[in-house]
């Protein structure tokens, strides 16, 4: 997504939606911000991480010029935002970490039109550009993708302590914070992993931390098992109730799994 032009770095998904939508702002999810409303989101083109099970594949696994994109400003997004009566802007669908400059110059204008901002992201950032955001974000869904470094080798090409931190900084700086965890059979679903994933919640970012649990279908590169039982996710929320957290939610399931 970035390109050295003459020694200069360009983004190359600058200001370049891949796709804009309204939403309800509990698809992202978000249960404890702002429910009941309306967040405008939009995503550039790209990602960070290689997620052999990613489900945004066709915006996020791609450069700028293999798909169709339009070009919107800041100003252009944010006065769209408030012209359909939105009460947020959410920063998704790809890696808002990926298209950086687009999401803080985004973030900070519409502050000042009063909107709130949504970051929903892999959490796969460093803590100075992490730093230089928060002051411009409210809230964040921070999606875990599995609770050991040897997952994330496999699975994302990336690393689980970076996403810790960037939790733990998020934290400090008061950001609403909610967790998404998409279990993924004989990948990261052994009761183990989802026990230190669940812990480590309750004890870095408070037992009041909103905690999503995903079923995982197959697509993109990894189709070689079934979806996830759905007792494994009643069984995983079931789970971290009992060791603490107060808001614990099943997704992508037809049933709603709700405290006993």
Not at 191 to 208: C, F, H, M, Q
């Amino acid at each position: 997504m970035r390109k050295n032009i003459d020694g200069v770095l360009y983004s190359l998904n600058y200001q370049y939606p891949a796709a804009i939508n309204i939403d309800p702002v509990e698809k992202k999810p978000l249960y404890h911000f702002l429910p009941g409303t309306k967040t405008f989101s939009f995503g550039c083109a790209g990602c960070n991480l290689k997620c052999s099970f990613c489900q945004n594949c066709t915006i996020s696994q791609v450069l700028p010029d293999e798909i169709e994109t339009e070009q919107c400003t800041s100003e252009e997004l944010v006065k769209a935002a408030i012209h359909k009566k939105c009460e947020s802007i959410s920063f998704t669908y790809s890696e808002p970490t990926i298209f950086y400059e687009t999401m803080i110059e985004t973030a900070e204008l519409a502050h000042k039109y009063g909107l709130k901002t949504i970051m929903v992201s892999n959490g796969f950032i460093n803590r100075e550009p992490l730093e230089k955001l928060l002051p411009f974000i409210d809230a964040a869904n921070i999606d875990i993708k599995g609770f050991t470094e040897e997952f994330y080798r496999k699975y994302t090409g990336a690393s689980l302590a970076p996403v810790l931190e960037t939790l733990k900084t998020m934290k400090k700086a008061a950001v609403h914070i909610e967790i998404t965890n998409l279990i993924i059979p004989k990948a990261n679903d052994s009761k183990e992993e989802i026990d230190d994933l669940i812990k480590w919640v309750r004890d870095n970012l408070g037992s009041d931390t909103p905690l999503h649990f995903s079923r995982f279908f197959p697509q993109y590169k990894l189709t070689d098992r079934t979806a996830t039982p759905p007792q494994t996710i009643i069984t995983a929320c079931e789970r971290a109730s009992s060791l603490g957290l107060k808001f614990v939610y099943a997704g992508n399931m037809e049933s709603i799994w709700t405290k006993k």
